[in-house]
């Protein structure tokens, strides 16, 4: 969460070099933007074999959008959510094997004993003829081990990887102090397999139940994930007054929060930087003040072919698009494209067009495509 957020900026480098990228304004931005529908508070989408796009909604609907005809089906059967603060329907993610057995994955904020917390289910999609469906058999395969008042920082990321392991960004509800607990999963990045049990080959496999969960710990709220060409794992999150990442994933890492980072605390207490400890794994890049990460993609494909192998951050204290170029293991801000208004889930489809939707309760769902 961010309290104060500023289009200004200063990138630096771990290493401390600072980046100046460039700036495009709406007038020059550098694609297509075409509007598709509108949606009240939408987090999330996703691609169906037939073209189709579901897109969540915070307050628990599940919208089922045809491209070609604009037009936006409801699909029902989803869980009840915490709608409240950040909490609500969260993201939503295809089965590797789709399209023989139609599961999709969701992860929402649930109520519970102490306040809420962060949840992933599976259900079968069932579509009908008139543009909507409806989920059955839905299954809880993770919980936050814990909850929480507040309605913050729930993140819940979902994301299959080349194994067929399923990857969830676990946030800290604003915790804090869990991200550093290894009997907890909040603050940390998870990997399952698609029923849910823990991956095997786990870094912490062997140290108990949650941490059999764990791939990596101390994170605050990431709430980007995606692979490279490489099949390393690139992960965004937000920092609290200054300090949001971007962080390449490896086993066993530990990224700090809330022993460093590169920001205060809300009230201007300090942290210590990342320098300050070797042992923990600093970020590639940071943001002090903050463009507030709300998704995160490695583009791949070809219709902007400039941009292939970079991170395309959706930002919602930034209003747009910030561009990373990442060279080997380093990552540097190449541009900032405004799009004017705070951006928060961003997909690339099977054709290499860029999807965005914009945060808030008349959200346009916005395919970008060269001009």
Same mark, same amino acid.
């Given at each position: 969460?961010? +309290?104060?957020?500023?289009?200004?900026?200063?990138?630096?480098?771990?290493?401390?070099?600072?980046?100046?990228?460039?700036?495009?304004?709406?007038? *020059?931005?550098?694609?297509?933007?075409?509007?598709?529908?509108?949606?009240?508070?939408?987090?999330?989408?996703?691609?169906?074999?037939?073209?189709?796009?579901?897109?969540?909604?915070?307050?628990? #609907?599940?919208?089922?959008?045809?491209?070609?005809?604009?037009?936006?089906?409801?699909?029902?059967?989803?869980?009840?959510?915490?709608?409240?603060?950040?909490?609500?329907?969260?993201?939503?993610?295809?089965?590797?094997?789709?399209?023989?057995?139609?599961?999709?994955?969701?992860?929402?904020? &649930?109520? !519970?004993?102490?306040?809420?917390?962060?949840?992933?289910?599976?259900?079968?999609?069932?579509?009908?003829?008139?543009?909507?469906?409806?989920?059955?058999?839905?299954?809880?395969?993770?919980?936050?081990?814990?909850?929480?008042?507040?309605?913050?920082?729930?993140?819940?990321?979902?994301? +299959?990887?080349?194994?067929?392991?399923?990857?969830?960004?676990?946030?800290?509800?604003?915790?804090?102090?869990?991200? *550093?607990?290894?009997?907890? #999963?909040?603050?940390?990045?998870?990997?399952?397999?698609?029923?849910?049990?823990?991956?095997?080959? #786990?870094? +912490?496999?062997? *140290?108990?139940?949650?941490?059999? *969960?764990?791939?990596?710990?101390?994170?605050?709220?990431?709430?980007?994930?995606?692979?490279?060409?490489? !099949?390393?794992?690139?992960?965004?999150?937000?920092?609290?007054?200054?300090?949001?990442?971007?962080?390449?994933?490896?086993?066993?890492?530990?990224?700090?929060?809330?022993?460093?980072?590169?920001?205060?605390?809300?009230?201007?207490?300090?942290?210590?930087?990342?320098?300050?400890?070797?042992?923990?794994?600093?970020?590639?890049? +940071?943001?002090?003040?903050?463009?507030?990460?709300?998704?995160?993609?490695?583009?791949?494909?070809?219709?902007?072919?400039?941009?292939?192998?970079?991170?395309?951050?959706?930002?919602?204290?930034?209003?747009?698009?910030?561009?990373?170029?990442?060279?080997?293991?380093?990552?540097?801000?190449?541009?900032?494209?405004?799009?004017?208004?705070?951006?928060?889930?961003?997909?690339?489809?099977?054709?290499?067009?860029?999807?965005?939707? &914009?945060?808030?309760?008349?959200?346009?769902?916005?395919?970008?495509?060269?001009?």
């Amino acid at each position: 969460m961010h +309290f104060a957020l500023s289009v200004t900026y200063a990138l630096a480098l771990v290493t401390g070099a600072l980046a100046v990228p460039s700036q495009l304004d709406t007038r *020059q931005q550098p694609f297509k933007s075409t509007p598709i529908t509108d949606h009240s508070e939408p987090w999330a989408i996703a691609f169906l074999p037939d073209n189709r796009v579901l897109v969540t909604e915070r307050r628990g #609907n599940l919208r089922l959008v045809d491209p070609t005809t604009k037009a936006k089906g409801t699909i029902t059967g989803v869980p009840a959510v915490a709608y409240g603060g950040q909490g609500g329907l969260h993201d939503v993610a295809l089965h590797p094997q789709y399209a023989d057995n139609s599961i999709i994955y969701l992860s929402y904020a &649930e109520s !519970g004993s102490g306040g809420a917390g962060g949840a992933v289910a599976r259900a079968k999609l069932t579509l009908d003829s008139n543009g909507g469906g409806a989920l059955s058999g839905l299954e809880v395969i993770w919980r936050h081990s814990q909850k929480a008042s507040g309605g913050l920082q729930f993140a819940c990321r979902l994301l +299959f990887g080349p194994d067929g392991a399923l990857w969830i960004s676990s946030g800290e509800i604003n915790q804090m102090t869990p991200a *550093q607990s290894m009997t907890s #999963n909040l603050g940390k990045m998870i990997k399952l397999y698609e029923n849910g049990t823990a991956f095997a080959g #786990n870094p +912490f496999a062997s *140290q108990g139940t949650i941490q059999a *969960q764990i791939w990596s710990l101390g994170h605050r709220n990431p709430l980007g994930i995606d692979w490279d060409a490489q !099949g390393r794992l690139w992960e965004v999150e937000m920092g609290p007054m200054g300090g949001d990442e971007l962080n390449l994933i490896q086993s066993g890492a530990n990224y700090g929060w809330p022993v460093v980072c590169e920001g205060r605390h809300y009230d201007g207490r300090t942290i210590p930087k990342h320098s300050t400890r070797p042992d923990i794994a600093p970020p590639k890049a +940071f943001w002090v003040p903050v463009i507030s990460p709300a998704g995160l993609i490695i583009y791949k494909g070809d219709l902007f072919p400039n941009w292939k192998g970079n991170a395309i951050i959706s930002a919602l204290g930034a209003q747009g698009l910030v561009r990373v170029t990442i060279t080997g293991d380093t990552a540097a801000e190449a541009q900032r494209i405004s799009m004017g208004k705070r951006m928060r889930g961003i997909r690339e489809d099977k054709d290499g067009a860029i999807w965005v939707i &914009e945060d808030g309760p008349s959200g346009r769902l916005l395919k970008l495509t060269p001009n």
